[in-house]
């Protein structure tokens, strides 16, 4: 037998596996800015009317951040054509009904995959009285400044996760990405303004801007995430 013809049936069974593996893959897409979202194949049949969004967790407990996440995703989420539970109504939903043993729970398994788990959506659904709940877990969350010594672009960046999870534990939509936003260009050379005085050092200022807020970029990230969030009720508006 040729080399040739014992490479043929390799062939096949590598096309084989493609074809087999192509409903899997119909189901994530990238975004043109970079956001992986996965969609499930059955999501159109999901008859979801109101999502609870949980609250928002951060690996060194940020609370700053998880309430400011939280508040632009209500705003950005709010006219998808669902009923939304703020996560500040859901956060004191879940203690006064399930008790902060549950709502630790909850909170290490968002953080630790990124979504809650298929014991726990069940229980969160039937207390919260609701058909799914959103999970949101931040992955970075930082500004870079430049000296007024040093040439370059303040910078602030965020990376999110997020994942829509239904009453049964199915995973029915995620998205992760991020978003930097940079401020005007430091330049050494420019004449500084003025000099401070704190503690043993004399600082220029040169008049420069820093980083951009954190409102700023995620704001952007959100409202871009939005755009892609399944309308799973647009013809039926939620009572």
């Not at 508040?71 to 859901?90: C, E, L, P």
């Amino acid at each position: 037998m040729s080399r040739r013809t014992r490479l043929i049936p390799s062939a096949l069974a590598a096309l084989v596996l493609v074809v087999l593996a192509l409903p899997a893959a119909a189901a994530k897409s990238k975004g043109r800015s970079g956001d992986l979202i996965t969609t499930a194949p059955n999501i159109t049949s999901a008859r979801l009317r109101s999502i609870a969004l949980l609250p928002v967790a951060t690996f060194d407990k940020n609370f700053r951040a998880e309430n400011m996440v939280a508040s632009y995703v209500g705003q950005n989420f709010k006219d998808t054509g669902h009923r939304w539970i703020s996560a500040a109504t859901t956060r004191d939903m879940i203690r006064s009904l399930l008790g902060d043993s549950v709502l630790t729970a909850v909170r290490e398994g968002v953080l630790k995959s990124g979504r809650t788990d298929s014991l726990h959506a069940p229980l969160l659904c039937a207390k919260l009285r609701a058909d799914a709940v959103l999970c949101v877990r931040v992955d970075q969350w930082e500004q870079a400044q430049v000296l007024w010594n040093q040439s370059g672009k303040p910078m602030t960046s965020i990376r999110l996760k997020a994942a829509l999870v239904d009453s049964t534990g199915s995973l029915l939509w995620s998205v992760s990405g991020g978003e930097t936003g940079e401020g005007p260009l430091h330049d050494p050379s420019t004449n500084p303004l003025s000099v401070s005085s704190s503690g043993l050092d004399n600082l220029p200022v040169t008049g420069q801007g820093g980083p951009p807020p954190y409102e700023e970029v995620l704001n952007k990230l959100l409202l871009r995430w939005a755009s892609q969030f399944p309308r799973l009720v647009a013809s039926e508006p939620a009572k």
